[in-house]
């Protein structure tokens, strides 16, 4: 049997301040199966924050760091034992994919259907995009709309979701210059992300179109349009007028 300790090596969980665990799963596609094996969250846990690469453990207590710590350890142990067993399934992975099917000893990932959210390309960065992919502009916009993205983490403003694809089609790097200001509802990409602004703000991704979506709106619950897991498909707004 796998002593949990052990995986201090290939995975970790870390103090960051008394209050908090960061877990970095041995592989950064085991972030999506780490969330769904804390919900609902265990004895102690009042707040989980998915990033890229790790899962931020905020604890309602300093008391509470050991027996979360070791059943985080154990939660890890579990997984890497599961991808081993071929019960929990890592798909090709992406520059910047952390997408994952679980199954079996991991939970069943919960099918929802995608957020809808128009769009009107032809943002002043969709030829530098074409430019760099060396594509046609047609192409990048079918390629933005031809899939389901999914929302890997927040963070940056609120409501501003890292939506990353099944493959890295779309991957480019930011401007060479940020942008003192980009309006909400520009609709970019960067580093294999796509992301709406949701308020104007300074930005160095790479502008392909806007939406009137509103991707954070106080009044509503939650504020928040897309959230960590949320599927999200675009569609051109051209071809539905």
Do not use: N
Not at 135 to 150: C, D, K, L, P, Y
Not at 202 to 218: E, N
Not at 228 to 240: E, K, L, N, S
């Amino acid at each position: 049997m796998t002593d949990p300790e052990q995986l201090d090596v290939a995975g970790s969980v870390r103090a960051a301040g008394d209050h908090a665990l960061l877990v970095i799963p041995p592989l950064p596609a085991m972030i999506e199966a780490v969330m769904s094996a804390l919900q609902p969250r265990p004895r102690g846990v009042v707040d989980l924050l998915p990033a890229a690469e790790t899962v931020l453990v905020t604890l309602d207590s300093p008391q509470s760091r050991d027996p979360v710590r070791k059943r985080l350890l154990a939660l890890l142990a579990r997984l890497e034992a599961g991808v081993s067993a071929g019960d929990l399934r890592l798909p090709d992975r992406s520059p910047v994919g952390i997408g994952v099917a679980v199954s079996g000893s991991g939970g069943e990932r919960s099918e929802r259907e995608p957020v809808v959210i128009p769009v009107r390309y032809g943002g002043e960065d969709l030829p530098e995009v074409a430019r760099l992919l060396d594509v046609s502009e047609a192409e990048v916009v079918g390629r933005h709309t031809g899939i389901v993205w999914r929302c890997a983490f927040v963070g940056f403003a609120p409501g501003f979701g890292y939506l990353e694809s099944p493959d890295a089609r779309l991957t480019v790097p930011r401007r060479t210059q940020a942008r003192t200001a980009i309006p909400a509802g520009a609709v970019a990409l960067a580093g294999g992300y796509s992301a709406v602004y949701p308020r104007r703000s300074p930005g160095g991704w790479q502008v392909i179109g806007t939406t009137d979506a509103s991707m954070w709106d106080v009044d509503r619950d939650p504020p928040a349009l897309v959230r960590a897991g949320t599927p999200v498909r675009f569609v051109d707004a051209g071809r539905q007028s």
